[in-house]
């Protein structure tokens, strides 16, 4: 199987990480009703995703590295079929809770071990791509979400809604049990012979091939890695980087967008529910178009480019859509309905080509092979909980700063991810795995 086609395999799983987080909000309308549904019920059936996520992402990396990468996403499709499926009879909250979980313990597996399994089975010179397929893929799952839950409203079908995740999940099972497990962790496990097969399969000459092998296996020398290993020099370097990304992804405020856009654009003054969804479905067409416009550049133009020019754009959207609630709504002549529409497009588009697909892709190359599936996890975890945090905050926030502060303060959190990125964030554009090895070790002051 071609590289290409093993990385689209693998991306299916950033697929159901963008459908069961995107397909809740419809579904939900109608769930609240069939199994009267608190507020507070309602909260909790959203958020067991990005917590059972979070949770599934810490154990992710330590399974990936005993078990392999592949297993790991093979475990995460079984858990998103019969996630997917308890959902859909689920007859009571209690029962839908824990089956959110279950899908959200399955995306954290797949989100801390997809992008690794891609990076680990890449070329240097297509990683970038091979790997931005999977942000793409949640793109794509988002939008599928929203289109899906456009089509069955008005027949109210949300046990549907959220049952045809199965039918990805079951694809990206089919698929993992075609294609190879990840050379270097076969090489990482001592399974040098099979790790040749796979490297050779992969279109790799000899040369390259023992070339490769010598490098990973000059790396490891020692033990599998613990969590107290992710603390010392030079992985330190990296997890700063990786988790200090994974946490600003979230809190420069993504998924108040993705998760609330009806509403923000309600808040707005569009009082027409179809006018709010429309709208959203807009938002995830120009997240779709940005975020191929990212996979095309990456490995061309580079990672730090990319990152610093779109944060620069998030801050400059927040500083409008902020700008717009701050307006007077009947003395601007209804300027703040389409201000706030084209503004949460620009920020949309404008983290689509820098921290949406760069973190997910730094997350799975900065670190040394024997951390990488620790230190991935430890991010994909951050990244969970951050996005939890903000979930839970972003209504709240608005009470206490109003429409127009809360998103003055994303634009402030936007400045120190600009500073964060531009200071730490290292240019690993067309370098080997094991090249960017050596810059942590540079940066942290030992010897190549
Ligand atoms: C983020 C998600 C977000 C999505 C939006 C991903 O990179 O991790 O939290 O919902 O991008 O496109």
């Given at each position: 199987m071609s590289v290409r086609r093993i990385a689209l395999v693998a991306a299916l799983g950033g697929l159901l990480?963008?459908?069961?987080?995107?397909?809740?909000?419809?579904?939900?309308?109608?769930?609240?009703?069939?199994?009267?549904?608190?507020?507070?019920?309602?909260?909790?059936?959203?958020?067991?995703?990005?917590?059972?996520?979070?949770?599934?992402?810490?154990?992710?990396?330590?399974?990936?590295?005993r078990y392999g990468r592949r297993q790991v996403i093979l475990a995460a499709s079984l858990a998103f079929i019969a996630g997917s499926f308890i959902c859909a009879i689920a007859p009571d909250v209690p029962v839908l809770a824990a089956a959110r979980f279950l899908l959200g313990i399955a995306i954290g597996f797949?989100?801390?071990?997809?992008?690794?399994?891609?990076?680990?089975?890449?070329?240097?010179?297509?990683?970038?791509?091979?790997?931005?397929?999977?942000?793409?893929?949640?793109v794509v799952g988002i939008l599928i979400a929203y289109l899906v839950a456009l089509a069955l409203d008005h027949a109210e079908a949300w046990r549907w809604m959220l049952g045809l995740g199965a039918l990805p999940a079951f694809l990206l099972g089919l698929g993992m049990l075609r294609v190879p497990a990840s050379p270097r962790w076969l090489a990482m496990v001592n399974r040098d012979e099979e790790a040749r097969m796979v490297m050779a399969s992969l279109g790799m000459?000899?040369?390259?091939?023992?070339?490769?092998?010598?490098?990973i296996h000059e790396g490891l020398r020692t033990e599998r890695a613990t969590w107290a290993d992710l603390l010392k020099q030079p992985v330190r370097a990296a997890l700063v980087v990786g988790v200090g990304l994974a946490?600003?992804?979230?809190?420069t405020g993504i998924?108040?967008?993705?998760?609330?856009?009806?509403?923000?654009?309600?808040?707005?003054?569009?009082?027409?529910?179809?006018?709010?969804?429309?709208?959203?479905?807009?938002?995830?067409?120009?997240?779709?178009?940005?975020?191929?416009?990212?996979?095309?550049?990456?490995d061309r133009s580079g990672r730090r480019p990319l990152l610093i020019i779109g944060i620069s754009g998030m801050i400059l959207a927040l500083l409008a859509l902020s700008l717009a609630f701050g307006l007077d709504p009947d003395a601007n002549g209804g300027l703040t309905a389409p201000l706030t529409v084209v503004s949460l497009m620009a920020y949309v588009a404008a983290f689509a080509i820098s921290l949406g697909p760069i973190f997910w892709l730094l997350n799975a190359e900065l670190y040394p092979l024997r951390e990488r599936g620790a230190a991935a996890s430890a991010g994909t975890t951050a990244n969970w909980a951050s996005n939890f945090a903000v979930s839970l905050t972003f209504l709240p926030l608005i009470d206490f700063l109003g429409k127009s502060g809360a998103f003055g303060f994303y634009a402030v959190v936007g400045v120190i991810a600009l500073i964060f990125s531009i200071a730490l964030v290292?240019?690993?554009?067309?370098?080997?795995?094991?090249?960017?090895?050596?810059?942590w070790r540079k940066r942290a002051g030992m010897a190549e």
């Open positions: 990480f963008g459908y069961d987080t995107g397909i809740i909000a419809g579904a939900l309308l109608f769930a609240r009703d069939t199994l009267t549904m608190s507020s507070f019920e309602q909260g909790l059936v959203v958020a067991m995703v990005p917590l059972g996520a979070a949770f599934g992402a810490l154990f992710a990396g330590r399974l990936g590295d797949a989100s801390a071990m997809c992008p690794v399994y891609i990076s680990e089975v890449a070329p240097p010179k297509e990683r970038g791509r091979l790997v931005s397929l999977f942000q793409l893929a949640v000459t000899d040369e390259e091939i023992e070339h490769e092998l010598t490098t946490i600003l992804q979230q809190v998924n108040t967008v993705i998760y609330f856009a009806p509403t923000i654009i309600e808040f707005a003054g569009v009082t027409s529910s179809s006018a709010a969804i429309l709208s959203t479905v807009g938002i995830g067409v120009v997240n779709l178009i940005a975020t191929i416009v990212a996979v095309r550049l990456v290292p240019e690993t554009r067309n370098r080997s795995l094991e090249e960017i090895e050596a810059i």
